[in-house]
């Protein structure tokens, strides 16, 4: 048998790691002699070429490239075309793997047929399981998939013999956002909750500074860098560029040539970081919530390891050090350190001892290793009341895996040999099924019936990868139901709202979006509000959907028309500043206006945390438009009164209450409901 390794399979770069012949896991050099492989491929040549070369013809502004595809793992709208082939994440995630593969065969001198692969703490079980094909069609049997932030613990574990305390992992890569609350003990690594958000990363960073450099670009020569993919392309890598020389230095400048226009600005670290602020106030405000699931507040915390790229902006360490009152640990290579742990979870795995490790470590502290998963499982549930579907939570996030629950259930049988059973899985914290990810549809047949009625008990369990099975029993017989595993059906709408006057489907949308930017947004709900808005862009279809942008307070600003182009309403969503008081009445005149009479169906969509200005006159205003057959979505956060959202929104469900931690969903919700065709959203006569 082959060796066997462990990879950190990075959204920006990935890296492989084994034991040495001392025991320590060592990180395995790649063909080029670096420790990091970008996980990115090139297409042009003939076999696609993999890593630091790829990345040069990125740079270069070369399109058969493909990276950045680990967000998408798992999808099945994610495909890149190239030479007439289609690649998925796995596919192109698998290419990443084989040059890994191939690398540590040529460093180690024999061949690698297994691994241990790690993923981010939110990988819900589609994530995972395309990760396991994407080591499948690498050649690579998965002996283990291992969370990231654990795979760092154990690897700090391993540096000192005698640790026994609670460590907080705070994961900061290019897409995304992990943080763990881990106890490591001489004997264990317990891992006591986790929490992350999967849209937030040093990307964010480069965003950030691209949005000011467009917006001042677009001002002072009135040639807008976001209309031309291949100038935003330029605009991304100077970002960025600027983002590492600030991790050195106070300052930057930043030239950008588009056409024969150039122009040089001045970056201060000082302004990078507070444009920049609301991001890193995010993971503060996810790091309080993993702490406050493991019950702990700072005290109880014995040190914060940094991990992953983006932790080297100064920025991170100084927020790290005023959250928890001390300087986060030194000694960990942040890129490295999640390789390090999977592949001490390699050697666990090939059942390796301690016996040939030096006595300057022991493998004990990994002899036991316990994780959690970062979402609940569940399924979809008629209601007590029997009026709407519900996601009914089995087993609960943050349980440790291998979890098991069963919940039990009552299920009407007609009698006969057509009894059916459907049980659709989530994946989500929210009660609406809608907002959860449906993992599958399992039919269950086979009922032995002597009553209408029959008590199911549904079983699920997390295996330690965090694959999740589905298993049901007839309470009163005690048998297993027969299971069948069917696709989930594209159209999962009947989850939602009871279906209403609905619209031609095929027909195009056109959204304006009015956001509240009055100073009582400032700081988190505008922060808040601007994440909703993003998830809402995520969830539209642009392909038949147009969405501008119109922010409110004392004055009312058109930001971005409407427009199919989401990264510019986008960099108009960043670029939102509370201030001033609350005038809805013009917003909604200024959006009516934009929404003239045509073959789309119109919407507005009105986020604002309290009464505008002239409540009245904001009502009156609602009125016209709706009565013009445009449909109105209220949502209110913060002081915002139901009652008067009521009285703006077209319908009832059109109008909604979202406490805080609740707008993200709220909006994905109404995107949703706005792509079925309105449903819900419609006046009725
Ligand atoms: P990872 O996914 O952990 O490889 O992290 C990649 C992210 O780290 C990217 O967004 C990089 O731009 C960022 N990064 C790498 N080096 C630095 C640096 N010196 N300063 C700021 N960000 C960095």
Redesign the pocket.
């Known amino acids: 048998m082959g060796a066997i390794i462990g990879i950190d399979l990075?959204?920006?770069?990935s890296v492989a790691a084994a034991r040495n012949e001392h025991g320590r896991p060592e990180v395995i050099p790649n063909h080029e002699g670096g420790h990091?492989t970008p996980s990115v491929v090139y297409f042009g040549s003939t076999p696609p070429a993999v890593g630091q070369e790829a990345k040069e013809w990125a740079r270069v502004g070369n399109e058969e490239i493909a990276s950045f595809f680990k967000p998408h793992m798992g999808s099945a709208q994610f495909k890149l075309n190239f030479h007439g082939k289609d690649y998925d994440a796995s596919a192109l995630s698998a290419l990443v793997l084989k040059k890994l593969k191939a690398d540590a065969e040529a460093h180690l001198g024999k061949s690698v047929d297994r691994a241990v692969i790690t993923v981010p703490a939110y990988f819900a079980d589609a994530q995972r399981k395309a990760t396991i094909e994407a080591g499948r069609l690498a050649g690579l049997e998965v002996a283990r998939i291992i969370n990231e932030p654990t795979a760092a613990a154990l690897a700090y574990g391993l540096q000192k013999t005698s640790v026994d305390e609670t460590v907080l992992i705070y994961?900061?890569?290019?897409?995304?956002f992990d943080v763990t609350v881990a106890r490591i003990t001489p004997e264990s690594v317990e891992v006591l909750s986790t929490a992350g958000d999967h849209d937030l990363?040093?990307?964010n960073?480069?965003d950030r500074i691209a949005s000011y450099l467009a917006e001042k670009f677009a001002q002072e020569t009135g040639i807008d860098p976001l209309d031309d993919p291949q100038a935003l392309n330029e605009v991304l890598l100077l970002a960025?560029g600027a983002?590492?020389t600030?991790?050195?230095r106070a300052a930057t400048r930043i030239s950008l040539q588009i056409g024969t226009t150039r122009k040089t600005y001045e970056l201060s670290r000082t302004d990078f970081e507070a444009m920049t602020f609301p991001l890193m106030d995010r993971t503060r405000r996810l790091t309080e919530e993993a702490l406050a699931e493991a019950s702990l507040r700072w005290g109880g915390i014995g040190g914060v390891l940094l991990?992953?790229?983006?932790?080297?902006?100064p920025m991170v360490r100084q927020f790290v050090k005023q959250m928890s009152g001390r300087d986060p640990r030194a000694g960990v290579n942040?890129?490295e350190v999640?390789a390090l742990g999977a592949a001490v979870q390699a050697a666990i795995e090939e059942g390796r001892e301690t016996s040939d490790a030096t006595p300057k470590f022991s493998l004990a502290g990994a002899r036991r290793v316990s994780d959690v998963m970062s979402h609940s499982l569940g399924v979809v549930a008629v209601s007590e009341d029997g009026t709407s579907f519900v996601n009914d939570i089995v087993i609960r996030r943050n349980a440790p895996i291998p979890a098991e629950n069963k919940k039990s259930y009552a299920h009407a049988c007609r009698g006969g040999s057509n009894d059916r059973l459907e049980v659709y899985l989530t994946q989500g914290e929210s009660t609406a099924p809608v907002d959860c990810a449906i993992l599958g549809k399992y039919v269950f047949t086979d009922f032995h019936v002597t009553d209408r009625e029959v008590t199911v008990d549904v079983a699920m369990s997390y295996d330690m990868n965090g694959i999740v099975q589905v298993k049901a029993r007839q309470r009163d017989t005690g048998h297993a139901l027969t299971m069948t595993v069917e696709p989930v059906p594209d159209d999962l709408s009947w989850l939602g709202k009871p279906p209403e006057a609905s619209r031609e489907p095929d027909q195009s949308t056109r959204i304006y979006l009015l956001m509240d930017v009055s100073s009582s947004m400032a700081g988190a709900p505008l922060m808040e509000g601007q994440s909703a808005a993003r998830a809402f862009l995520d969830k539209c279809d642009f392909t038949r959907t147009e969405v501008g942008l119109i922010s409110f307070s004392d004055v009312v600003t058109l930001q971005c028309g409407a427009t199919d182009n989401a990264r510019k309403v986008v960099a108009a969503i960043n670029r939102l500043e509370p201030d001033g008081t609350t005038n809805l009445a013009e917003a909604i005149g200024l959006a009516r206006s934009h929404l003239i009479q045509n073959d789309k169906r119109r919407y507005i969509v009105i986020l604002t945390d309290g009464y505008p200005d002239a409540a009245e006159a904001a009502a009156e205003e609602a009125r016209t438009a709706r009565e013009s057959g445009i449909d109105i979505v209220a949502i209110g956060m913060g002081q915002a009164d139901l009652d008067y959202l009521r009285r703006l929104s077209s319908t009832e469900q059109g109008s909604v209450f979202a406490r805080h931690g609740e707008l993200v969903s709220t909006f994905g919700h109404i995107a949703r409901i706005i792509a079925e065709g309105g449903r819900g959203l419609r006046i009725s006569s």
């Open positions: 990075g959204t920006t770069n990091l994961d900061l890569g290019g897409g995304t990363g040093g990307k960073w480069d960025e983002k590492w600030l991790s050195e991990v992953g790229g983006s932790t080297r902006m942040v890129d999640v």
